[in-house]
T-cell receptor, first 111, second 116 residues
Framework: KQEVTQIPAALSVPEGENLVLNCSFTDSAIYNLQWFRQDPGKGLTSLLLIQSSQREQTSGRLNASLDKSSGRSTLYIAASQPGDSATYLCAVASYGQNFVFGPGTRLSVLP | NAGVMQNPRHLVRRRGQEARLRCSPMKGHSHVYWYRQLPEEGLKFMVYLQKENIIDESGMPKERFSAEFPKEGPSILRIQQVVRGDSAAYFC??????????????FGPGTRLTVL
């Protein structure tokens, strides 16, 4: 059964810093991995989707990498801004299972 | 090009009442997923539906919960005889037909259910 963890659980950084969020999964037989952000009291916004055959995806200041063999994905945020403050979730789709979400990393970017 | 729509956004029920949550997928999407987010917990998969079919309900509680996605109209998540432990945010997601199950999912804003 797939299990997904995320570290750190919370992160507070000054504006302008580059930062890395980590996602780990136990079963490497995945179909894809998706990163989301969730603002307080809101729904989820899809950020990046990485298929199992891909190594990374980029969108603006965001870059997500995937290493299936080690069961890891990282989300890199360049030049962080206060508007990036949110909870970041990774979700893994495994064969024969539905999306399993990690508990999230709560990011606070201080002006 | 509207996204995934959910209503109501907030729902208050007393113990023992029924709750009906609605989800309209994005245009052209025929796969719907329901998730529950309990306070201070992560999202948990509940059920995956296609039009008129329940594909996977492995995450649904065995009693009081049911879901449908009729040929016409929105998907409905129904909770009978609600209890305080049902208080949570319920999210719906949809994905397009091509390649089915493992496509990118697009989420609605959620329905926040409070049981008094």
């Amino acid at each position: 059964k797939q299990e997904v963890t995320q570290i750190p659980a919370a992160l507070s950084v000054p504006e302008g810093e580059n930062l890395v969020l980590n996602c780990s999964f136990t079963d490497s037989a995945i179909y894809n991995l998706q990163w989301f952000r969730q603002d307080p009291g809101k729904g989820l916004t899809s950020l990046l989707l990485i298929q199992s055959s891909q190594r990374e995806q980029t969108s603006g200041r965001l870059n997500a990498s995937l290493d299936k063999s080690s069961g890891r994905s990282t989300l890199y945020i360049a030049a962080s801004q206060p508007g990036d403050s949110a909870t970041y979730l990774c979700a893994v789709a495994s064969y024969g299972q539905n999306f399993v979400f990690g508990p999230g990393t709560r990011l606070s970017v201080l002006p | 090009n509207a996204g995934v729509m959910q209503n109501p956004r907030h729902l208050v029920r007393r113990r023992g009442q029924e709750a009906r949550l609605r989800c309209s997928p994005m245009k052209g999407h025929s796969h719907v997923y329901w998730y529950r987010q309990l306070p201070e917990e992560g999202l948990k998969f509940m059920v995956y539906l296609q039009k008129e079919n329940i594909i996977d309900e492995s995450g649904m509680p065995k009693e009081r919960f049911s879901a449908e996605f009729p040929k016409e109209g929105p998907s409905i998540l129904r909770i009978q005889q609600v209890v305080r432990g049902d208080s949570a945010a319920y999210f719906c997601a949809s994905s397009p037909l091509a390649s089915g199950h493992y496509n990118e999912q697009f989420f609605g804003p959620g329905t926040r259910l409070t049981v008094l």
